[in-house]
T-cell receptor, first 112, second 115 residues
Framework: QKEVEQDPGPLSVPEGAIVSLNCTYS??????FMWYRQYSRKGPELLMY????GNKEDGRFTAQVDKSSKYISLFIRDSQPSDSATYLC????????????FGTGTKLQVIP | EAEVAQSPRYKITEKSQAVAFWCDPI?????LYWYRQILGQGPELLVQ????????DSQLPKDRFSAERLKGVDSTLKIQPAELGDSAMYLC?????????????FGPGTRLLVL
């Protein structure tokens, strides 16, 4: 079993829709949770970074962590065609060497 | 804006040949990572450096892969001999602590195809 599980999709939504992307994790030691966006043939770029449980909002993006159920979510409001990419969730513990464990990524397509 | 540089961007090689990838992290970033990303999967850590020292290479296939960061700046990842299963994207990242959080910045990657 992978430590971070993510539905690979693909997920297709019309422009303007609210998108919900989800991950589960199994390692109780994970304290920091991240969402990366990866465009085709590019490296991942950090989108959201949260610590422990709670919500964090940045523009059209909201990251949510529920440590009690080991569930991570990313919501995208008013989705745009430019949001079409693969979204990777990731997590790490508070250990000294900052090792990050990634999910497999969910491919999102926003249709104009 | 400072970026992680990687070269080459694409590499095609035949199995049993040697290949090498180069990474130049963002200036001042002490931590450097090499990841392998197979198509349709998330990145998996191969090796992590803190300055010039390896701090995690538990997932590096050491019989064929080697990595170095001699002066604690740029880094090279080598595969010898390459196998068909090594076809993947090889990503380099570097990190710094900003506002209390450790943020990794990824390069564009090197896409390797082994024939």
């Amino acid at each position: 079993q992978k430590e971070v599980e993510q539905d690979p999709g693909p997920l297709s939504v019309p422009e303007g829709a609210i998108v919900s992307l989800n991950c589960t994790y199994s390692n109780s030691a994970f304290q920091y949770f991240m969402w990366y966006r990866q465009y085709s043939r590019k490296g991942p770029e950090l989108l959201m970074y949260t610590y422990s449980s709670g919500n964090k909002e940045d523009g059209r993006f909201t990251a949510q962590v529920d440590k009690s159920s080991k569930y991570i979510s990313l919501f995208i409001r008013d989705s745009q065609p430019s949001d079409s990419a693969t979204y990777l969730c990731a997590a790490r513990d508070s250990g000294g060497y900052q090792k990050v464990t990634f999910g497999t990524g969910t491919k999102l397509q926003v249709i104009p | 804006e400072a970026e992680v540089a990687q070269s080459p961007r694409y590499k095609i090689t035949e199995k049993s040949q040697a290949v090498a990838f180069w990474c130049d992290p963002i200036s001042g970033h002490a931590t450097l990572y090499w990841y392998r990303q197979i198509l349709g999967q998330g990145p998996e850590l191969l090796v992590q450096f803190q300055d010039e020292s390896v701090v995690d290479d538990s997932q590096l296939p050491k019989d064929r892969f080697s990595a170095e960061r001699l002066k604690g700046v740029d880094s090279t990842l080598k595969i010898q001999p390459a196998e068909l299963g090594d076809s993947a994207m090889y990503l380099c990242a570097s990190s710094a602590r900003l506002g209390g959080q450790e943020t990794q910045y990824f390069g564009p990657g090197t896409r390797l195809l082994v024939l």
